[in-house]
């Protein structure tokens, strides 16, 4: 099935993989792809991608699989590699990967030549339901994460679950919580199906991308409703500070979401039956664990950054299920 986004659309499907070859070709003319990749996805997906794209010469570019990667360093490199291997404006890059391969080839794509055409194939479930769609790429700096990023769509996403075959327990968990806050924000089925369920069909693959696709296309540019998408993040980042990113950005949004959930009751906000419902989903997923964290550890590592304004912080708050706000000026 197909999922439109404002100037490109979304493939999803069990046979995506196997229609890539004739798809490409229906919009790209030349021979040569470039496939920046990871060294896992690099040795698990190699020979699939050549007989997936048997019509095209495949040059590799593989980066190590760690955030890390996301840094001027490995883009240098990169840039460096593609040019070696006599890359042209014209050419297609393909990133294959989850979000940190997404954001470093998106950006790569962005700049070299002033733009290259670029196609998103993500392999995390992460990816899938979240960093693949809305066209956001970047790097990272010792002074933070994605400071150095563009806008850039790509011209096509391929989604096929068959990639989620290979995932480590812990990614797709990681990919379950961006799943649970699709579903939180925007599809109360989806948010259902989570309550009972560990593992995701096509179906709410699909519910969630579509979530994040409605968003994006009506504020693509994060002025008002974009920011629904980061809901759990405010608390999400201030984690992923405190401890240093040696924890899972599916953790951290989790304790976030409930943080969140747990602000929006105390002001009256949100439906109070939320917070133990939510919290019950995530002990079954084992993204959190009793002891629930203490939040206030985590309020020194707010940024008061391009989210949050003068008249204090703004947060995401759920009414309830599939009706998130923007709570300004709140005080913590
Ligand atoms: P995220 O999408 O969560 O940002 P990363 O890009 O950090 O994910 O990838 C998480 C880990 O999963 C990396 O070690 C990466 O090599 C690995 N990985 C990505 N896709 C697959 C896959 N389909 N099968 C197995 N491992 C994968
Ligand atoms: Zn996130």
């Keep these: ?32 792809i470039f496939i920046i990749t990871d060294d896992n996805v690099f040795k ?16 590799f ?46 950006f790569v794509a962005a700049t070299l030549f002033r733009g290259v055409d670029f196609i998103q194939i993500p392999t995390t479930l992460l990816a899938m339901v979240d960093s693949s769609i809305g066209g956001k790429t970047g790097i990272d700096l010792n002074q933070g994460k994605n400071l150095i990023g563009a806008f850039k769509n790509p011209v096509k996403v391929f989604i096929d679950p068959i990639f989620l075959s290979t995932l480590p327990k812990v990614e797709y968990k990681n990919g379950l919580a961006e799943t649970l806050k699709a579903g939180l924000i925007g599809n109360p089925k989806l948010y259902e199906y989570l309550k009972v369920n560990d593992k995701l069909t096509i179906n709410e693959i699909i519910m969630a991308i579509e979530v994040k696709a409605d968003i994006v296309k009506k504020d693509p ?9 980061n809901f759990g993040h405010t608390f999400g980042h201030a984690i992923e500070r405190h401890y240093d990113y040696a924890i899972k950005h599916g953790v ?8 969140s959930l747990e602000l929006g009751i105390k002001s009256k906000v949100t439906n109070p039956l939320l917070f133990d419902e939510v919290k019950k989903i995530l002990l079954r997923l084992e993204l959190i664990k009793e002891p629930i964290l203490d939040k206030e550890q985590f309020i020194g590592y707010i940024q008061y950054d391009k989210k949050n304004y003068s008249d204090g912080l703004r947060f995401v708050y759920l009414k309830d299920v599939g009706k998130p706000i923007i709570q300004k000026g709140v005080q913590l």
Excluded: C, W
């Design 252 to 259: 951290a949004i989790s304790y976030g979401m409930l943080f």
């Design 1 to 32: 099935m197909k999922i439109n986004l404002n100037q490109y659309d979304i493939q999803i499907g069990e046979d995506t993989m196997d229609k890539i070859d004739e798809s490409i070709r229906s919009f790209y003319p030349y021979k040569e």
């Design 44 to 59: 698990l997906y190699k020979d699939f991608m050549i007989k997936k794209l048997s019509s095209f010469t495949l040059h």
């Design 221 to 229: 540019f994060e002025k008002n409703e974009r920011m629904f998408l």
């Design 61 to 106: 570019i593989s980066i190590e699989p760690f955030e890390s990667s996301k840094s001027l360093k490995t883009y240098e490199r990169v840039i460096n590699q593609l040019l070696d291997k006599k890359i042209r404006k014209n050419n297609l890059i393909i990133a294959l990967g989850g979000g940190v391969v997404g954001d470093l080839a998106g």
